[in-house]
Every structure is written in C-alpha cells, then in structure tokens.
Antibody, heavy 122, light 110 residues
C-alpha cells in the first residue's frame, strides 16, 4: 500500500524559503521508473505541477518556477524534500507530494498525499 | 496558468450522463496519453482514468475516457450524488517539458 505524507510550516513570511518534506511508504525510490513529485493547488484553482525526482536522481522542474525550486531525495529515509525560495502571497496553496508510476505506457501521479496548506503572509 | 481547457461546470440529474471536455494542443494531448482525476471536496486528487481510457482497479465502469486529436473527454454515466466533485485532465507537454493539468470542471448532481 503506497502512502505519502507532506510536512512543513503552515505559515511563512514573504521572501522566506519554504522547505517541505514528503515521507512515503509502500515503495522504494531506488526502484527503476519510480519517481516522486510535488504539485500545488491554490484555493479554488487547478493543480500546478512543480517538480519531480526519479529513482536515478533525474530532476525536472516547472519552467516558470525553476529558478526558485530545488528537489532532493533520501531514498534510505524514504523522503523527498522540496525547497522554494522567495515566497510570495501568491504561493499560498495546498502542496501535495505524489508517487510517479508507470502505467503501461504512461508516467503519471497515481498516489497522492493528503496535502499541506501553506499560507504566505506577513 | 493551465494549458488544458475544461468547462467550469456541468450538471445533470441522478442517473443521467455528463461529459467533460479537455482541450489541448499538439504538444500535449496530441502527443501523449491523458489521465483524469477526481477531487472530492477537501481531499487530494484521485486517479480515475489513465492511458486515455483505461480505469485503475476499483474505478467503476460508469467512468469512461476517450481522446481524439488534441482533445479528450471524460464521461460519467448513471450519475450519483457521490460523483459531485472537481475533475481534472492531465498529461505531459513536450514543448514545456512539464506536467500540465486542466482548468478543472465541477460536476453537480441536481
């Protein structure tokens, strides 16, 4: 059974750096084709993909946010960490981590964590 | 902002059918498989359809998917009150090198 859990501060101030941790179970980030990604969803809006890291340490970032994002993994601890610099009130959203799996010929986010709401305010 | 366009809302009576469109381009839907997600109020998105039309284990056959060119469609038949949720399409955009999601459609059961 695949589960993921996000953790991090519920409130950050503008210009600060956000650090979120995804702790997962039920799979190994050392297994081929496996990845973990981060997606955020502002209140009342659609999900927005942020970053993705694969078992082989390949990393992908949203082009619009790439300068502000860093994704890392610690496979031994079953954790993936996302940092986002220079936070702005527009970054207020629920942040999800999700398992990236291969379903026949499609790589997609198949299992999601419950999400953590991050509010950016002074 | 989303590069995949969906109608903001659709509605129908219990037992009826609704369809949700997802319009993209040659760099996303035209080039890759489409998935669909259901997001019940206050919960995380849940995978509903993958590979354009395939259902994961446990997803009832009331839910169906299709794709034609640069558009995809989700169908829900035998509408139930428990189907009230937001629905999102998703795929990979080769030009953006990014995962993209649709704008979302709220399904209301009248």
């Amino acid at each position: 059974q695949i589960t993921l859990q996000e953790s991090g501060p519920p409130l950050v101030k503008p210009t600060q750096t956000l650090t979120l941790t995804c702790t997962f179970s039920g799979f190994s980030l050392s297994s081929p084709e496996v990845g973990v990604g981060w997606i955020r969803q502002p209140p009342g809006k659609a999900p927005e993909w942020l970053a993705l890291i694969y078992w082989n340490d390949a990393k992908h970032y949203s082009p619009s946010l790439k300068p502000r994002l860093t994704i890392t993994k610690d496979a031994s601890k079953n954790q993936v960490v996302l940092t986002m610099t220079n936070m702005d009130p527009l970054d207020t959203a629920t942040y999800y981590c999700a398992h990236r799996g291969l379903w026949e010929y499609q790589l997609l986010f198949d299992f999601w964590g419950q999400g953590t709401l991050v509010t950016v305010s002074s | 902002q989303s590069v995949l366009t969906q109608p903001p809302s659709v509605s129908a009576a219990p037992g009826q059918k609704v369809t949700i469109s997802c319009s993209g381009s040659s760099s996303n839907i035209g080039e890759n498989y489409v998935s669909w997600y259901q997001q019940l109020p206050g919960t995380a998105p849940k995978l509903l359809i993958y590979g354009n039309y395939k259902r994961p284990s446990g997803i009832p056959d009331r839910f169906s998917g299709s794709k034609s060119g640069t558009s995809a469609t989700l169908g829900i038949t035998g509408l139930q009150t428990g189907d009230e949720a937001d629905y999102y399409c998703g795929t990979w955009d080769v030009s953006l090198s990014a995962d993209v999601f649709g704008t979302g459609t709220k399904v209301t059961v009248l």
